[in-house]
């Protein structure tokens, strides 16, 4: 058990509300009070705890708030905890001494639980604050991810495949993904598919296509942690070809969409693309292991990334590393 854990389970076990008003203040929660007792209290320890103020009665800003944030709840209708517990991943505190239903609420406890919370908040805070954004509650290390593009690098780049049946994995696919997998890597595939924003064909087009790719992998014993793909098409007729120009590489959206919900460390994170494009995505968004798939226009692709206005500020090469298989970008690892 490192210092973190004892500090905060010692705490937790003293006053429960203690050890959660810590984990909210390393996680970078947030606090809010929907009620006069909880508001004067909280106002006690300005210095240390910012909290918000919401009115009860106004349910809409529920969703707002995520797991990593705390309610305080005072004798409200189990009407009111309902709504609250279907509509947020929040931790709920119900300020009172009132026996509640234990799916409603996560803690409960007395105006003097809270108040003597408060007076011990800023000592105990004080001698974890070094460790703040190092520590993760869920127990997990940041994971290194393998970010691909699909066409060219996947599977064959026929042009807007449309056609589960023109779905081909390229040589060497089904290895290179399993070696990564060896090597702790997650698995994601950030795709632009203007054929979607081009009106081409239909998201549920572009999801067949997606199926018999992830299909063929799984038949082989490999696994995709995530798909990605950017629909936008300047001049699109519809709304989700419009909305969302950032996923489309060279913008880095699509590899930044997996980075919360993964815990992904990018800086420990590759990319594999077979367009200049792909791996300016990757160096915009903070890779900078970047590997171009060898293809027939691999010297314009050089070029391109050469003559890139913002290649001095990637710290890469003027010349993009290529490969003709996955598996070279793990080399003897
Ligand atoms: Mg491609």
């Known amino acids: ?24 203040l390393m996680d970078g929660g947030r606090v809010v009070s929907t009620g006069p007792v909880a508001s004067e209290l909280l106002s006690l320890v300005p210095d240390i705890l910012f909290f918000e103020q919401r009115d009860p009665g106004a349910i809409s800003w529920f969703e707002d708030f995520s797991v990593k944030d705390l309610i305080f709840v005072e004798n409200q209708s189990v009407d009111f905890l309902w709504q609250l517990a279907r509509s947020t991943g929040a931790q709920v505190v119900l300020l009172s001494n009132a026996p509640s239903d234990e799916s409603l609420v996560d803690y409960r406890c007395e105006e003097k639980d809270l108040r003597s919370a408060l007076l011990n908040l800023k000592p105990t805070f004080e001698r974890l604050k070094e460790f703040k954004g190092q520590i993760h ?37 089904v290895a290179g993904l399993k070696k990564a997998r060896e090597l702790d890597y997650r698995l994601f595939v950030v795709t632009n598919q203007s054929g979607i924003g081009r009106g081409f064909f239909n998201f549920s087009t572009y999801e067949k296509v997606n199926q018999r790719m992830l299909q063929l992998l799984a038949d082989q014993g490999v696994f995709i942690d995530k798909v990605v793909p950017a629909p936008y098409f300047e001049g699109s007729q519809y709304a989700s070809g419009l909305v969302r120009k950032s996923l489309r590489k060279p913008r880095p959206g699509m590899i930044h969409s997996v980075v919360a919900d993964f815990r992904i460390d990018l800086s420990q994170s590759i990319m594999v693309g077979d367009k200049a494009r792909d791996l300016m995505a990757a160096a915009v968004g903070g890779i900078s292991k970047c590997y171009l798939y060898k293809t027939k226009t691999s010297d314009e ?25 996955l598996e070279e970008v793990f080399g003897d690892q």
């Open 137 to 173: 509650f869920d127990g997990s290390r940041l994971n290194k991810g393998l970010f691909l593009d699909r066409d060219g690098v996947l599977i064959e780049d026929l042009g807007y495949v449309k056609d589960p049946q023109d779905v081909h994995l390229l040589k060497g696919v």
């Open 1 to 24: 058990m490192n210092a973190v854990d004892q500090l905060i389970v010692e705490s937790f076990k003293k006053n429960p509300i203690l050890g959660v008003l810590l984990g909210v």
């Open 301 to 325: 692709e050089q070029k391109s990334w050469r003559y890139w206005p913002l290649i001095s500020r990637t710290g890469m090469d003027l010349a993009l590393p290529e490969i003709r298989q």
